[in-house]
């Protein structure tokens, strides 16, 4: 099984850093960037999994790469977590409106971040296994499950 790919979209350097710290304690393999524009570039290269959008950030807002994310077509499209100060409850609103998988105030806690961040590491690893128990199932056994031979084929199985 491969391990999450996050993303870390984070313009004030000591929060950026000590995400990346957390992240990578805790075994993430943790790509960061400062601004909004620049994390939309590093998404445009592929392998993300999660991405932890700032809302306040130069360049383009974590709202507006929400909602670039969810429009952009990415294949595979990574989640999103807003992680912000914004606790209004029209904001947390707007953030799910743009997209938002999941939304996270600061000042947040360690333990409830790290919970957040393993339930997509977890829907990965399951996705993964099915993915592997699909590709070496007996082709009778697909069929009788309800599975469509062309799904297999686009995954490239």
């Keep these: 099984m491969s391990v999450l790919k996050v993303l870390i979209a984070e313009d004030e ?3 950026r850093k000590l995400l990346n710290a957390a992240l990578t304690q805790w075994g993430y ?3 960061s960037t400062s601004d909004g524009e620049a994390a939309r570039a590093r998404l445009l290269e592929g392998g993300i999994d999660l ?4 809302w306040e950030m130069p360049r383009m807002t974590g709202l507006d790469v929400c909602k670039w994310v969810r429009s952009s077509g990415l294949t595979p499209a990574p989640n999103v977590i807003l992680l912000t100060a914004k606790d209004d409850p029209k904001d947390i609103a707007a ?5 938002a998988d999941d939304y996270v105030t600061k000042p947040f806690n360690a333990g409830e971040l790290r919970s957040r961040v393993s339930t997509f590491a977890k829907r990965k690893q399951q996705a993964e296994a099915e993915q592997i128990r699909a590709a070496h199932a007996d082709p009778f056994e697909l069929y009788r499950a309800g599975f469509n031979p062309a799904q297999l084929n686009s995954r490239g199985k």
């Design 29 to 31: 393999d943790v790509v």
């Design 51 to 54: 991405c932890l959008l700032d």
């Design 95 to 99: 953030g799910y409106g743009a997209g």
């Design 13 to 15: 350097p000591v929060s």
